[in-house]
């Protein structure tokens, strides 16, 4: 929009230049070719009294003339002699016409406006008078050049001051534009932090007193939608943490109370034991997740720095792949790590790198099924590494993968998980500028890729 509006207010100004500047360009060559005429006409006129005059050495004053200014001369008497010459001659057929005009005097046409690239000599001649009887005709060639270059000249100081004026024009139309624009860009800004769910700093209020008057019910309404979420995100932590005890006491009496079932009880018995692991594993999850989105939101707006952050990523995949071994080995599953480049290092704290490869390898162990393989990888890039989890299993469809990182979705087939793996890894990702990504593997399986900032190769 800013762009346009500088367009629009260039465009008018440029033509409001054009419109000023062409008239002062010609008015200014007039002037100049006025001058340069009123200049040879007093010339003229003091040597067509010359050419009256008898007893004066009229050879002589032409010679000194064309020595002077460098112009042709001729005088001709009314018998078509020439009386004096130098430069020109009688027949030229433009000199012979300039000359015919005079004898009958008639009139003279007028001079046309001189421009810089001119440069053909101007033909103009007076009348001799002896005694009020013309007798003769002087023609003179004007040489324009002169006149061309200081012509030339003013137009070129002419551009100069329109291109500082179109300059500064612009300059001007920029801060102008800028500063009613700025209120729009803060609202912008505003409206994605908040699409996004993040908490950023209120929009800057300034500008025109309509954008100002908008601006500060936005950053109302902003508030109002903001501590809505908050209470949401807190209610959800808050219940969750105060689950906790009296899901753990129902617990406790649920494993005490065991010994206690009869024989035909105990089918009944472990599906209760298990609804309550998946209850508390819920809670657990609920939890991460409303302390990712808070940190992630934090991150985003510059709340939490981040700078500091580096987690060297062969060691935390050769870590998480040692522990959850055994888990494979126990489901026939094959495990190993590939690293394209070992050193490589990632903006991220090493606690959050190994819940992300936690989620991703749960999900594949528990879903690939038996005799697969899950391999672990990172592949590095200009300012990014992408850590990847894939695997030849059974993997997803289309319509599946769409919806893997939408929260609370589960495969068809899912009865233990909560659906909320993907979504506090995503949350992580997004708060350190990265993404998730999940995709049908190469190797036939489904592919868990994070896109994470890259910190820089150790020394």
């Known amino acids: 929009m800013g762009v346009r509006v500088r367009i629009v207010l260039v465009a008018l100004l440029l033509i409001v230049v054009v419109a000023l500047a062409v008239p002062f360009a010609l008015s200014l060559a007039d002037r100049r070719t006025a001058a340069l005429a009123d200049e040879r006409d007093r010339q003229l006129e003091a040597l067509a009294a010359a050419a009256a005059a008898t007893d004066v050495p009229l050879q002589l004053s032409v010679d000194r003339y064309f020595d002077v200014y460098g112009e042709g001369l001729l005088v001709m008497d009314a018998d078509g002699r ?23 005097d008639a009139p003279a046409p007028g001079w046309g406006r001189i421009l810089p690239w001119h440069e053909k000599a101007l033909l103009t001649a007076e009348g001799v008078r002896r005694d009020g009887e013309l007798v003769g005709a002087v023609v003179l060639a ?53 699409t996004e769910g993040v908490a950023g700093p209120p929009a800057d209020v300034a500008g025109p007193p309509e954008l100002r ?15 809505s979420l908050d209470r949401q995100r807190r209610l959800i932590a808050d219940a969750s943490h105060q689950l906790r005890n009296p899901l753990a006491a129902v617990r406790l009496r649920a494993d005490s109370l065991e010994r206690y079932v009869a024989e035909d009880g105990l089918s009944t018995y472990g599906s209760m034991s298990a609804e309550l692991d998946r209850f508390e ?36 995949i050769a870590e998480r792949v040692a522990f959850w071994r055994p888990v494979a080995d126990e489901r026939a599953q094959t495990l190993r790590c590939l690293t394209d480049r070992p050193g490589l290092t990632v903006q991220v704290a090493r606690h959050e790198v190994e819940q992300l490869l936690d989620v991703a390898l749960d999900n594949a162990l528990r879903y690939a099924g038996a005799d697969t393989t899950v391999t672990v990888s990172a592949q590095p890039g200009d300012d990014f590494v992408d850590l990847v ?59 868990i890729r994070y896109r994470l900032p890259r910190a820089g190769d150790p020394l």
């Open 142 to 194: 004007v040489d324009p050049r002169t006149a061309a270059r200081q012509i030339a000249q003013g137009w070129m100081w002419l551009g100069v001051c329109c291109l500082g004026f179109l300059t500064l024009a612009v300059l001007v139309a920029r801060g102008l534009t800028r500063w009613v624009l700025r209120p729009l860009t803060g609202l912008e800004r505003a409206v994605a932090e908040m």
């Open 389 to 447: 989890v894939s695997d030849d299993g059974v993997g997803l469809g289309a319509a599946e993968l769409a919806k893997a990182t939408t929260r609370f979705w589960r495969g068809g087939d899912d009865r233990s998980g909560t659906g909320l793996g993907l979504a506090i890894a995503a949350e992580i990702t997004a708060g350190h500028g990265g993404e998730v990504g999940v995709e049908h593997a190469p190797e036939g399986g489904l592919l």
């Open 213 to 227: 008057h908008l601006t500060a019910a936005f950053n109302t309404m902003a508030q109002v939608v903001r501590a």
């Open 281 to 316: 594993n819920l809670l657990q999850q609920l939890l991460r997740l409303a302390r990712a989105e808070q940190v992630s939101g934090s991150r985003q707006v510059g709340l939490v720095d981040t700078d500091g952050d580096a987690t060297d990523l062969g060691d935390v």
């Open 82 to 104: 020439i009386m004096a010459a130098r430069g020109l001659e009688a027949a030229d057929p433009e000199v012979a016409a300039a000359v015919g005009r005079t004898i009958v």
